[in-house]
T-cell receptor, first 116, second 110 residues
């Protein structure tokens, strides 16, 4: 497809379970972002990649969260030992070049995680 | 203090009304500014960029005030289809970390 693709769209995890969320950015896009969005809130920055380099992971809420983009395209956000407060929509976004160069950031539809 | 702040609303306005949203940012080094629109249970989508000189796109006007560190969005002649959450977006230049505000909810009522 032409857009940012995320999977799974919906995930219900038992507390303590590990989850992996996948993002396929638009082909050729250099920048890739992960955001966490709780109900009624704006997206909160988690981490940012430029190609395979993770330039900023300051938004990851704990060491249970880990993201990678080993070949500079597909990215995976992994959450270990999920807790109820991890329940949120996880949005992936990509842009062609550095966003401050005026390139639009395109979002995927999100992965809706519910921890029970 | 959050880096980007917005009045969460909700703003409930009648069709045809003019409505304005403000957004303040804390980092004076911020260089790029955008408004995104997010419909219920959908992903955010770019509405418009915000340029230093101000810019207009149809019924939408965006303005930037660097001295006071705020940006604004004005919607004229509101339509029912404008009902959504409007997200203010700020980018720094050092490595382009992208920060979203919490969003302002707009409901346009018939």
């Amino acid at each position: 497809g032409a857009g940012v693709s995320q999977s799974p769209r919906y995930k219900v995890a038992k507390r303590g379970q590990d989850v992996a969320l996948r993002c396929d950015p638009i082909s050729g896009h250099v920048s890739l972002f992960w955001y966490q969005q709780a109900l009624g809130q704006g997206p909160e920055f988690l981490t940012y990649f430029q190609n395979e380099a993770q330039l900023d992971k300051s938004g990851l809420p704990s060491d249970r969260f880990f993201a990678e983009r080993p070949e500079g395209s597909v990215s995976t956000l992994k959450i270990q030992r999920t807790q109820q407060e991890d329940s949120a929509v996880y949005l992936c976004a990509s842009s062609l070049q550095l966003p401050s160069g005026g390139n639009t950031i395109y979002f995927g539809e999100g992965s809706w995680l519910t921890v029970v | 203090r959050k880096e980007v702040e917005q009045d969460p609303g909700p703003f409930n306005v009648p069709e045809g009304a003019t409505v304005a949203f403000n957004c303040t940012y804390s980092n004076s080094a911020s260089q790029s500014f955008f408004w995104y629109r997010q419909d219920c249970r959908k992903e955010p989508k770019l509405l418009m960029s915000v340029y230093s000189s101000g810019n207009e796109d149809g019924r939408f006007t965006a303005q930037l005030n660097r001295a006071s560190q705020y940006i604004s969005l004005l919607i004229r002649d509101s339509k029912l289809s404008d009902s959504a959450t409007y997200l203010c977006v700020v980018m720094k230049t050092s490595y382009d970390k992208v920060i979203f505000g919490p969003g302002t909810s707009l409901s346009v009522i018939p």
